[in-house]
């Protein structure tokens, strides 16, 4: 099966930072990533598919790109509303694995 | 707007069976790519497995740690997705989750159930 590794794990940033988090699948994926976003206590809603398109009620701060094998999430501008954790997801076949998460904290 | 409401989660204990059911509103289940995904306490999001729609062959895939032990159907009459989980162990303790994803106008939409909490625990 394909695993799915992001990083970091986690991460503390300054409001209006720039962030990234990676995404990175063993094998080629094409574009079938996925990217979640999860609050605390909230059920996770998507924010990106097909790897870079946006959905239609993301702001479009969040902004995702890649395919085969790496991925990158970018968050353009931190806002304190974005403090949440974020997965990716492939799912060009099953196992529709989730990447591990990332952590985003306001520094 | 498409409702999914999952129920049937509780205290079991290791080695007994548990079946969960997500109640779907403005959406046909037949028609759907369903899925289960669990989220253990404190921890990331796990891939459970999915049942696919009627038109595509409405067969089912499972993650390694369940295979063998859960199963995933649908009632097409009751509109109802289910998970059968056999075997449970104390790793499977999690809140699971029915979700799929629409396409409405060239856009995907994701839905998610608000999750029901099982627990294996002697």
């Known amino acids: 099966d394909i695993q799915m590794t992001q990083s970091p794990s986690s991460l503390s940033a300054s409001v209006g930072d720039r962030v990234t988090i990676t995404c990175r699948a063993s094998?080629?994926?094409?574009?079938?990533l996925a990217w979640y976003q999860q609050k605390p206590g909230k059920v996770p809603r998507l924010l990106i598919y097909?790897?870079?398109t946006l959905h239609s009620e993301v702001p479009s701060r969040f902004s995702g790109s890649g395919s085969g094998t790496d991925f990158t999430l970018t968050i353009s501008s931190l806002q304190p509303e974005d403090v949440a954790t974020y997965y990716c997801?492939?799912?060009?076949?099953?196992?529709?694995?989730f990447g591990g998460g990332t952590k985003v904290e306001i520094k | 707007e498409v409702q999914l409401v999952e129920s049937g989660g509780g205290l079991v204990k290791p080695g007994g069976p548990l079946r969960l059911s997500c109640a779907a509103s403005?959406?046909?289940?037949?028609?759907?790519?369903m899925t289960w995904i669990r989220q253990a306490p404190g921890k990331g999001l796990e891939w459970v497995g999915r049942?696919?729609?009627?038109?595509?062959?409405?067969?089912?895939d499972y993650a390694a740690p369940v295979k063998g032990r859960f199963t995933i159907s649908r009632d097409d009459s009751e509109n109802m997705l289910y998970l059968q989980m056999n075997s449970l162990k104390t790793e499977d303790t999690a809140v699971y989750y029915c979700?799929?994803?629409?396409?409405?106008?060239?856009?995907?939409?994701?839905?998610w159930g608000q999750g029901t909490l099982v627990t294996v625990s002697s």
């Open positions: 997801q492939k799912y060009n076949s099953a196992p529709a694995t």
């Open positions: 097909d790897a870079s």
């Open positions: 049942i696919k729609s009627k038109t595509d062959g409405g067969t089912t």
């Open positions: 979700n799929t994803w629409e396409n409405r106008g060239g856009i995907n939409y994701d839905h």
């Open positions: 094998q080629g994926i094409s574009n079938y």
């Open positions: 403005g959406i046909t289940l037949s028609n759907a790519w």
